[in-house]
Each structure stands twice: as C-alpha cells, then as structure tokens.
C-alpha cells in the first residue's frame, strides 16, 4: 500500500468532481483507487517499472488516458471554511486488478489480464456528528464476497495512515479486531457488521478515516469518510470600552471586544447599533474597522475574538451596541448567540443650553410666595459640565452656587427674591457662536389679608335707601373679587351695593379674592349684614275641623313667628303661650306658639300674637267667629252622671241586706216587737219591703237612730 503525504482535501463549490484512476497522491479520491501507487521521491524498482507498464497498457485499452506521475508531493487547495460541498450518498470505490498490492510478476500480469475482476465499497464521504454524541463509520461491501479482510485506517495531519482495526470474514463469519486506540477515550469499537464507531465524538477525530477491502483475487479498494465534529461556543461576551470616547477625535476608536470560546468549526462575530448590522471591513480606516483573531486552544476547540473600531458621534449617545457569534450545525444549518447590550460614554461639547423654573411654577411663569421652588438648566453637552447660577442686580452678577447638577433651589422665596436670574455653563470645548449663558425672569406671586371698609358687622336701618361695602386686595398679579352670599354669587370687583335694605339683605357677605394665573393662591372675608327696624309677623292661621266652624272645648294651636333687629319679643294675650325659638333657616325669624280649647268667650273676643322691639310693635288677632254649644254632648254627659248613681245605690241595697241577713238578734226583736196602733198590714205585705222602706226613711231623715219605728237597732 503507498501511503499519501497530504490530507485528502474535500472538493469546494465548483470544483470539478473525483477523476478516477489517477496515479498521483494529490489527486486520489475516496471513490476510485489505484491498484498501485509509487513512493513519491524514491526511485522506481524493475518491478514498480514493469507494474507501470503494464497498468498503462490496460489504461489504453480502455481509452484511459494515463496521468503523469509525480516525483513529489503535490500542493494541496486551502479550504474556504465554512462552506462546504457536500455529497449526497455514500460514494463507490471500485478497482480492476489481478493480484495483490505490491507484488510484480509474470503470474500477477496474466491474472490480472485474464480476470478482469472488480470490487466495490459503499462509504459516506461526509460524516457530521455533534460533539460528545456517538458516530458510526460505515463501509458495505457491493458484491458480498465470500472472503475478504476490511481494514480501518487513520490519516493524521500529515497524512500518514495509522490502521485501527481490521474485520475478516470467512463464509458468514466476520471477526473484528481494534489495533491501535491511539490514545482515545472511550476507544474504537466495531460493530456486528464491521463499521467503525466512535462512542462520544470529539473534535480531535476531525480526520479522514480510510476503508480498504481486501477481497483476494477479486481485487483491492479503499474509499475515505471525512468526519466533522461540531461544537457549540460558550456565551458570547463582549467587554465594552468603559473609556470615555471623544466625538471631536479624527480616527476610529476602539468601542468593545467580543469573544466567543470553544467552538468548532471557529465561528465568525457581528456587529450591530441599535439592532442593525454593523458593515465594517476589515481594513483599517478613519471611520470604522474590525479585527478578528481565531486561537485553537488545548482542547482542539477554536476560539474567535473580535474587536471593534469606529468614529463615534454625538447621535451614539443612547445608542444600544452588542455583538453576535455564528456557528455552523450539521446538515448547514447556523445558530446565534448575541451579547448583551453596551451604551457608551461619550465626550462631546454643548451646542444648545435650557433654563427654566421647575415645580411648581405656573403656565405664566409665576411662583407663589412662600412656596421653595427649583431652578433648573442644561446644557446638552457630555460629560455634564459646571454650572454657574447668579442673579442681576443693578446690572452686576451676584454669583448664588456653582455645581455640576444644574439645579438651584429657593427655599421658602419671598416678593423680594422676584428678579432676573442666570446660568452659565462652563464648556471650554463649546464652539464659540454657541450660547452657554441663559437668563430669565423670576415672577413671585403673592396676595396680602383682605381688607373691608364695613368691619366684621354692619348695622343699617330697614328700607335705607344706599348701602355700599368695599372689599380691598393687595397682591400680585392684581386679583380678580367676587362677592357672595350663602354661596349665591352676587357680582364681581371690590364694590358691593345693597339697595333697597330689607329684612332679608340680613346674612353673612363673603368676598372673595383669587388669581387665575396662579392656582391655589387665594383669600376670604367676611362681614354680618344687620338690618335694623320694628318687627315684621307672620300668624300661622287653624282651620276648625268641622265644616260648620269652631264648637265649644275644640283644642287649636296658634303659632306667631315675627323678625326684626333686635330680636322682637313675642307675647300673647292668653296664658300658656311657649318661649320664641328661632325658625331653622328662616333668616332671622323667631316663632311662638300656643294650645288652647275654643270657648264661647275666645270666639267673641279672639287671641292676640304680639312682637316688639325697640323700633315699634305689631300684633295679629286670631278670631273664631260664632263658637256652636256643645247640646249633644251635655246630655250624654248627664246620663253617664245617672247610670253610675244607679249603680251605686244598688251596690248599697244589695250590701245592706247581707248584712241583715247575718244579724238574727236584730231581726227576732223586730218580731217580739209589736207594731205601732194604727199601722198598716201592707207595710209588710206590699210591694215595698220593711228594708227598702227603712233605707227610704233612713236616707230622708238623715239617719235609722232616732226614728219611732224599727231602725233603732239597725247597723
């Protein structure tokens, strides 16, 4: 067997595809394989030159055409990673010989004239597994010989084959055998079916993994499987510049390096602003750039490190910068790992200043007294620089706090503090036709106790013809007055007229003073409208309640209500009238009331309600006209009087008897007794019993003792 000095190289897109029968190392294909093949560098044997001979004359034969032999190694294409071509289908080597490899003779030349024979392998000439996943190498005999051995070779980097292991078949028999484990963890194993298996693929088997079939006098073949071994990349990372970077610089700067570690194949790094590509070459220039540097560490993974280049400007400002690795997959498919966003830190001059009053400052630009307020400027310029806060006074800056906030706080301001105020920034880089110095002015809004020209209280005479009350209000702005009663507004300005006065002019009047610039900011006062002047009443009249007028002993009740200034008092020509009590809400009323029966008497002469105060009296009679007598009821009454005198002079009959009746001595002496001469049997057989009559005598005489007949020994 000749042995290669270079790695089989996968043909890249557009290259033309495997010529078979080629002679020369450099150009041997997994799907075809030469019966013999020279050491480059050495010089040819007889017998090498009489197998060379004989080879080119079958070649001939065929209308081959022989290729040129190569005295040397042959230079190898580089590859383009990570593209790259792939074969469907497992790739067939076959192989037209009549003996073994290495061996010259007249024997082997007629054999090998006279057999003609051919044998076939069926390989995959791409093999992609991911890593720590486990790989089978297959290599399938076509024609099933009877005997053959199967050799599994290594091709290392510098393309010496080492073989791993061997299977023979005899018959149905196969008997694998593993060489050499070349150090590997878990080692090489062979299948039941002479395959070659890698149980967890890592990346140091990236080789080219050679099948040659010895099939005795059928021939010798041999077809190369190419194993890729992906990897996934760790997180990609990336270190942003933390520096600050100059916009006014001229040359690209370096903003972030991004890594992504233990790949395989190496993967390749993007860039982006704002989620969009970042197009930069890879040549260094003024305005962006990259570089990129791929290490294969101990492992045999690569890792890829890019850095970034570019000009900043000032729009870079909030701009979101990351970085993403690709990486190949089996099958062509890609994945994608991005890094997390970076912001940079950037130096740029102020091109535009802003100065304000901040909370709580109105719409107009107004404070209000008393309230701390804030002053507030910026420059937009990177990073923040000073600020120089002052106030004009007689056109000279009185310099109030200098910081890098660019706040100024009044605490408490006051009308005095209104005035013109200043910042300034302190930007040395700033172009010279830019304004850092701003101004504005301070407006301080404030509104002093409202002042009235009537007091607390104002007194006035019933039906005065003029009354004015003036309302007053210091502040600034110049308030806007309002004058109402009850809540019921009246009108608007400092003047409130009242004319005609009246009992119900009397309340409370409230002016109030506010400001519809500055919210909030707004004061009341309040004065008491007395009006004096005799007393005005009001009767509350009863109707009778039955339809022909009032009848002796109805009950009425009389109310009177009266207001004045003073309070008037309320009396009444009958007793029994209540205390006055004010009305609830009756605007200074007061109401007296009295409970009476209806007598023939009121009904001719009526009840008085009168009210007085200091100013005069006024009174109202209540008249009951023609008061009907109560007839029907005197009878009645009388009836009553005489039942119940009935009633009690039988309770006393019935008494009298059962006394009688529990005392015989008394009524055996009244038997022995003989009656008076001249006394009638019918006293004692008539309607009238000796008991009834007694107690007849008895109640006109005054008493039973003393009388001439039987009651002298009545109880």
């Not at 298996?197 to 010798?220: F, H, I, M, S």
């Not at 009044?410 to 036709?433: F, I, K």
């Not at 009958?574 to 409970?595: D, K």
Request: with cysteine.
């Amino acid at each position: 067997m000749g042995v290669g000095t270079q790695p089989p190289t996968p043909p890249g897109p557009g290259s033309p595809g495997p010529q078979p029968l080629s002679l020369g190392p450099e150009s041997r294909s997994p799907s075809a394989f030469s019966l013999w093949t020279p050491n480059p560098g050495l010089p040819l044997s007889c017998a090498e030159v009489t197998h060379l001979t004989l080879f080119t004359a079958l070649l001939k034969r065929q209308g081959g055409q022989g290729a040129a032999l190569s005295s040397g190694p042959q230079q190898q294409p580089t590859p383009q990673p990570p593209t790259h071509e792939r074969t469907e289908g497992p790739r067939s080597s076959e192989m037209e010989s009549g003996g073994e490899q290495g061996k010259a003779g007249p024997g082997a030349e007629q054999e090998t004239r006279g057999s003609q024979a051919k044998v076939h392998v069926s390989v995959p000439p791409l093999v992609e597994v991911m890593q720590g996943k486990p790989v089978t190498l297959d290599c399938t005999p076509l024609e099933n010989p009877d005997h053959f051995v199967l050799e599994w070779f290594l091709t290392d980097r510098s393309g010496t084959r080492h073989r791993l292991a061997s299977v023979e078949r005899q018959g149905s028999q196969l008997q694998g055998t593993v060489h050499d484990f070349r150090g590997r963890s878990p080692p090489y194993q062979l299948d039941s079916q002479g395959r070659l298996v890698l149980p967890q693929a890592q990346v140091g088997d990236e080789r080219d993994y050679v099948c040659v079939l010895r099939a005795g006098a059928a021939g010798t073949t041999e077809a190369t499987a190419k194993l890729r071994v992906f990897a996934i990349p760790e997180t990609t990372e990336v270190i942003p510049n933390r520096g600050t970077l100059s916009v006014m610089e001229e040359l690209a700067q370096e903003i972030a390096t991004c890594s992504s570690r233990n790949g395989n194949p190496a993967p390749w790094i993007t860039w982006y602003r704002n989620g969009q590509l970042l197009d930069v070459p890879m040549e260094v220039n003024s305005e962006g750039y990259m570089t990129s540097r791929t290490v294969r560490e101990a492992s045999g993974l690569q890792s890829l490190t890019s850095t970034l280049y570019l000009r900043p400007r000032k729009l870079d400002r909030e701009a979101s910068f990351h970085c993403a690795a690709h990486y190949s997959l089996p099958l062509g498919n890609q994945g994608r790992l991005d890094s997390s966003p970076f912001h940079l830190t950037l130096h740029y001059p102020t091109e535009h200043v802003r100065f304000w009053v901040g909370s709580p400052s109105t719409t107009e630009g107004w404070v209000r007294e008393g309230d701390s307020i804030q002053l507030l400027c910026q420059g937009d310029g990177s990073p923040s620089p000073e600020y120089t806060f002052f106030r004009l006074q007689d056109k000279q800056e009185k310099v109030l706090t200098i910081n890098l906030e660019g706040n100024l706080t009044l605490v408490g301001v006051n009308r005095s503090q209104s005035g013109t105020y200043g910042c300034r920034v302190e930007d040395y880089d700033a172009a010279e036709e830019v304004q850092l110095t701003k101004t504005l002015e301070l407006r301080v809004a404030y509104l002093d106790p409202l002042e009235l020209s009537t007091g607390e209280e104002l007194s006035v005479l019933l039906n005065s013809s003029r009354t004015a009350v003036n309302c007053s209000a210091p502040g600034l702005p110049a308030p806007t007055l309002r004058w109402t009663k009850d809540s019921v507004p009246l009108g608007d300005g400092p003047t409130l007229s009242l004319s005609p006065v009246t009992f119900d002019s009397a309340g409370t009047y409230v002016c109030e003073a506010s400001m519809s610039t500055v919210p909030f900011l707004s004061r009341v006062r309040s004065f008491k409208l007395l009006v004096q002047g005799s007393p005005e009443l009001r009767a509350e009249e009863m109707e009778p309640k039955a339809e022909g007028g009032w009848t002796e002993g109805d009950e009425v009740r009389l109310t009177c209500s009266a207001r004045g200034h003073p309070e008037p008092e309320l009396t009444w020509s009958q007793l029994g009238g209540r205390p006055a009590e004010p009305v609830l809400g009756g605007q200074g009323w007061v109401s007296s009331s009295l409970t009476l029966k209806v007598t023939s008497a009121l009904g001719r002469e009526g009840v008085a309600c009168e009210a007085s105060n200091p100013h005069g009296r006024v009174s109202h009679v209540f008249h009951f006209g023609t008061v009907a007598p109560q007839t029907a009821q005197a009878g009645v009454a009388v009836m009553a009087v005489a039942v119940s005198v009935g009633l009690l002079l039988l309770v006393v009959a019935a008494f009298y008897c059962m006394r009688r009746k529990g005392r015989p001595g008394c009524c055996r002496r009244r038997e022995k007794g003989s009656p008076p001469p001249g006394e009638p049997e019918l006293s004692h057989s008539g309607s009238q019993r000796p008991e009834q009559k007694g107690l007849l005598v008895g109640g006109s005489s005054g008493g039973a003792r003393g009388g001439s007949g039987g009651f002298g020994d009545e109880c």
